[in-house]
């Protein structure tokens, strides 16, 4: 409890540290004086939800990795590896080519049901396969991903959207303001819901016979996973693009650190996550100031790097 207590105030202090970063000069002292009406608009209107926006995506996120890799069973598993992510991409450009006047919770919900349909295929195809090695599982659904993203950037060339579809598949928190960060609250409620269901996913994910034994219906289960696991990647995409590697490096490190039970381990991942968005966010807007790395690219490298880490640990024990 002490060390949760510990990442939570570690989160907070970044979170603290996100509002005062940016272009706008933005301090304590001129908050307290009450003398620069603009600086509160810029606090209240952009670097809160920017704030709040980083830390419901980043745990939001990290948690939907979480319970990708205990329905797929495989640490190799995360919505941008399983088809889950280019689904949801692709479902935005289909609501916004046949019903733009959609509202953006329509667009979610749509994105949301692509990012279902994907992820079933996905698993659907997992259980059809001789899979020899675990890192063939995330190659099927890297595979898939690609001819996903394919047929997406082939619509969107034809019907000059490729620029819209560009901006969802880049993570980028720059044009969060208050009012168009929202959806992410979501997410929120759908991983108090998946804290709720922990023990229910980590017995899922001991498999279908061992599941049933115990009187819980699998199916039910893996249902409920895909749902919460889909819509929370299609309210991230639709608010401010993909976050690369979040989903797979963050449950990895945790279950090093804290074994695999999904109730202990949650909300270590859930923080973990939302922590490590801050930083890189920080970093973006602080590297090339007074401009800005999108999260995506920071993301990319600093989740590439962890990523090869762990893969060159499992295969240093497996020898």
Not at 11 to 25: H, I, K, P, Q
Not at 223 to 229: A, F, K, M
Not at 233 to 239: E, G, P, R
Request: hydrophobic share 55%.
């Amino acid at each position: 409890m002490r060390g949760l207590v510990l990442a939570a105030a570690g989160v907070t202090a970044l979170a603290a540290a996100s509002l005062f970063v940016g272009v706008s000069d933005l301090t304590i002292g001129t908050l307290l004086s009450g003398t620069s009406d603009e600086a509160a608009q810029v606090l209240l209107v952009s670097r809160i939800p920017r704030t709040l926006a980083l830390v419901l995506a980043g745990a939001g996120m990290a948690v939907s990795g979480l319970i990708l890799q205990m329905l797929a069973r495989n640490k190799f598993v995360e919505p941008s590896t399983a088809g889950t992510a280019e689904s949801a991409v692709f479902g935005m450009l289909m609501v916004t080519l046949l019903a733009p006047e959609t509202p953006m919770l329509g667009r979610m919900l749509v994105a949301g049901a692509c990012a279902l349909a994907g992820t079933a295929l996905f698993l659907a195809i997992l259980r059809r396969m001789p899979l020899r090695s675990p890192l063939i599982v995330p190659l099927v659904g890297i595979m898939l991903g690609a001819v996903i993203t394919a047929s997406t950037e082939f619509v969107a060339y034809r019907t000059d959207m490729l620029q819209s579809v560009r901006a969802w598949e880049t993570g980028d928190f720059s044009g969060v303001l208050r009012g168009r960060y929202e959806l992410l609250w979501i997410g929120a409620v759908l991983t108090a819901v998946a804290y709720a269901a922990a023990d229910r996913f980590t017995v899922a994910g001991l498999g279908e016979d061992f599941t049933t034994n115990l009187g819980l219906n699998h199916r039910r289960v893996v249902s409920l996973g895909l749902v919460i696991v889909s819509l929370v990647t299609a309210a991230v995409i639709a608010t401010c693009g993909m976050i690369p590697f979040l989903g797979l490096i963050v449950p990895n490190l945790i279950s090093l650190m804290r074994g695999d039970n999904m109730r202990l381990s949650l909300p270590w991942v859930a923080l973990f996550g939302a922590g490590l968005v801050l930083a890189c966010d920080i970093a973006g807007r602080l590297v090339i100031r007074p401009y800005e790395i999108p999260i995506g690219t920071t993301m990319g490298i600093v989740g590439s790097a962890i990523f090869l880490y762990l893969l060159l640990r499992k295969n240093r024990h497996a020898a």
